[in-house]
């Protein structure tokens, strides 16, 4: 029963690299997100994904993108990395919108 | 714009002590609010999750109402633990769009 699983768990990138962190769920939900954490500012959404081959722009969607090619996967990927995108990333999953989120432990990213 | 406030910060508390967590939103519209906890370097876990229509839940020792009106929401923790030591994180929802996360209570139980 792995609900929600992130990889990696750490990473370190430079300036200009790229990276894709992949979240899988194995509870059939529909719904699933993309947020980051930064400290004092609570969770904030970048992408979401609605079902298998959509995905939709949150609240700060700028320089990542996101693929929902399978139901159970959602991915997320940094083209350029910047020291801003330093921060933990956690994915989440739903039945439905307004439904309970099932969290990820998350991707704790640091961009030197 | 949803803003989502949560107040106290840091909040310390001695065993078996009640305790109260606030959560205050700025759009009354609401359609639901979720209170999560998060321990150290992990995710959220779901505890309530209350709806627009609802004054109230309640699992175990944990409630959370809802006041739409005052734009509030408050955790009740009852005879807390060291074990009920972690980060309170409340999110509400507006109608067609995604949960608006607060800041979080930091919350140590003394032994």
């Known amino acids: 029963n792995a609900g929600v699983t992130q990889t990696p768990k750490f990473r370190v990138l430079k300036t200009g690299q790229s990276m894709t962190l992949l979240c899988a769920q194995d509870?059939?939900?529909?719904?699933m997100y993309w947020y980051r954490q930064d400290p004092g500012m609570g969770l904030r959404l970048i992408h979401y994904s609605v079902g298998e081959g959509t995905t939709a722009k949150g609240e700060v969607p700028d320089g990542y993108n996101v693929s929902r090619l399978k139901k159970q996967n959602f991915l997320l990927g940094l083209e350029s990395a910047a020291p801003s995108q330093t921060s933990v990333y956690f994915c989440?999953?739903?039945?439905?919108?307004?439904?309970?989120?099932?969290f990820g432990a998350g991707t704790r990213l640091s961009v030197l | 714009k949803q803003e989502v406030t949560q107040i106290p910060a840091a909040l310390s508390v001695p065993e078996g002590e009640n305790l109260v967590l606030n959560c205050s939103f700025t759009?009354?519209?609401?359609?639901?609010l979720q209170w999560f906890r998060q321990d150290p370097g992990k995710g959220l876990t779901s505890l309530l999750l209350i709806q627009s229509s609802q004054r109230e839940q309640t699992s175990g020792r944990l409630n959370a109402s809802l006041d739409k009106s005052s734009g509030r929401s408050t955790l009740y923790i009852a005879a807390s633990q060291p074990g009920d030591s972690a980060t309170y994180l409340c999110a509400v929802l507006l109608y067609g769009q995604n949960f608006v996360f607060g800041p979080g209570t930091r919350l140590s139980v003394l032994p």
């Open positions: 509870m059939n939900h529909e719904y």
């Open positions: 989440a999953s739903s039945y439905g919108q307004g439904k309970v989120q099932y």
């Open positions: 759009d009354s519209a609401i359609y639901n």
